[in-house]
């Protein structure tokens, strides 16, 4: 499994970003890709995540209202629309991918199976 992520960039506070996932690998069609980030000198944070099966999506609460994850499965892409961006937004951020059934542990990253690089996401004040 592959997981390319793009999109990130340095955006004025209140300012705007899409994030996108391109997927490639997968050997079964019911999987979960998630969003997490990492600022420097913080832990991994769960950001959202969305199901293959059901469309089900996940959300941190931290960001809920402000950002949106969204799939395009014949893209094999998942997106995170990042509105009204906040300093604090500044981190490093990361798809990943499991074939498992997480529900509400997804927010642990040491359960994912598989990781993309990361792209810097920096907002400005």
């Known amino acids: 499994v592959q997981l390319q992520a793009s999109g990130g960039g340095l955006v004025q506070a209140g300012g705007s970003l899409r994030l996108s996932c391109a997927a490639s690998?997968?050997?079964?069609?019911?999987?979960?890709i998630g969003w997490f980030r990492q600022a420097p000198g913080k832990e991994r944070e769960g950001v959202s995540c969305?199901?293959?099966?059901?469309?089900?999506?996940y959300i941190a609460n931290s960001i809920k209202g402000r950002f949106t994850i969204s799939s395009d499965n014949a893209k094999n892409t998942v997106y995170l629309q990042m509105n009204s961006l906040k300093p604090e937004d500044t981190a490093v951020y990361y798809c990943?991918?499991?074939?498992?059934?997480?529900?509400?542990?997804?927010?642990?990253?040491?359960?994912?199976?598989?990781w993309g690089q990361g792209t810097q996401v920096t907002v400005s004040s």
């Open positions: 990943a991918a499991t074939g498992r059934l997480l529900l509400n542990l997804w927010t642990l990253w040491s359960l994912w199976d598989y």
């Open positions: 969305i199901s293959s099966r059901d469309g089900s999506t």
């Open positions: 690998g997968f050997t079964r069609d019911d999987y979960v």
